[in-house]
């Protein structure tokens, strides 16, 4: 070994470990906003990430997220709407998830569902888009085994659009209802272009999660660490496929999610050792509710602490 070499290799064993490289970024979902104004308030928050919604309309909608359909979009506001999101640096979207049934038993509906999905899933690459988050349809727990297989079938082959498209799909925590099924189904999945996005607030309804604790414990310490527990299960069981995570606060009482980071429920510390531990490098997208009022505050706030935590 040369002295070069020497040197190199003893700064290297006293060196501080490697920082994280994870990209702290927000949504567009803010109630009351319009499309532009919600991309011009996560520019203003110099954020790194922004999440689009692929569904929806551009003005402000009562009791709606701001969005847009791809389809619907003239050559020129695609135009506009591709500058709208050059600040940021990294690009994903949340595809739709409401009104749709692509497992449908109705050929009509069935089609005209995967046609949704596809045309916001295309939109979304046409943006730039990296990871394209998904929400698996549900059904009764006592039709997943028949539905089991389709399920996967047309995963894989949303897989290979986004694969053909540039970008990928991230299945979010929420169906299967219980951490075994869910790391069970996206590794069955086994396709290089679908992995995983954990949603801090999504696994209150977990079957594991459920039979520890009784609704009237949801706010002890116990009841606090055991949805912890959920949620690091999935991080710990799905590894290298975990490529997104939506993040924001519980409600202790309720279990309500997307809060504000103010409770303290969700246990950042823990989760950051079991992302470092599984070699996590992505995102941390901010998924936070509140009065349009209110949430320059409530993202500049978390967005510090995030990058405080770190």
């Not at 979304?124 to 997943?144: I, K, M, N, P, R």
């Not at 531990?277 to 500049?300: F, W």
Request: glycine residues 8%.
């Amino acid at each position: 070994m040369t002295r070069r070499e020497f040197t190199a290799s003893f700064g290297a064993a006293f060196a501080p470990p490697a920082k994280p490289r994870w990209i702290v970024g927000a949504n567009t979902a803010i109630t009351g906003y319009g499309l532009y104004q919600s991309i011009g308030l996560l520019a203003g928050l110099d954020l790194r990430q922004i999440e689009i919604h692929p569904m929806g309309r551009p003005e402000p909608t009562p009791g709606q997220f701001p969005g847009f359909e791809w389809d619907k979009l003239a050559l020129s506001e695609r135009k506009k709407l591709k500058q709208a999101l050059k600040p940021f640096r990294h690009i994903t979207s949340h595809l739709p998830y409401t009104g749709l049934d692509w497992m449908s038993k109705d050929e009509s509906r069935r089609a005209s569902s995967i046609q949704t999905l596809e045309t916001a899933l295309r939109g979304s690459a046409e943006l730039g888009a990296a990871l394209c988050v998904l929400h698996l349809q549900q059904c009764a727990d006592s039709e997943l085994e028949a539905k089991w297989n389709p399920l996967l079938d047309r995963v894989r082959a949303w897989g290979d659009l986004a694969r053909k498209s540039g970008t990928k799909l991230a299945i979010e925590t929420m169906f299967p209802r219980s951490v075994r099924d869910f790391v069970r189904f996206v590794k069955e999945v086994d396709h290089a272009s679908v992995g995983c996005t954990i949603d801090v607030g999504h696994q209150s309804k977990y079957a594991e999660l459920v039979a520890r604790v009784k609704p009237e414990a949801r706010a002890t310490p116990e009841g606090i660490r055991a949805y912890n527990d959920t949620t690091v299960a999935i991080v710990n069981g799905l590894g290298s496929k975990v490529w997104h995570y939506h993040v924001h606060d519980v409600d202790p009482a309720t279990w309500i999610e997307h809060k504000p980071l103010v409770h303290g429920f969700v246990d950042y510390a823990r989760l950051y050792e079991a992302m470092r531990a599984n070699g996590y490098k992505g995102y941390l997208l901010l998924e936070i509710g509140g009065p349009a009022a209110e949430m320059r505050g409530h993202l500049a706030t978390a967005k510090n602490k995030l990058d405080g935590w770190m």
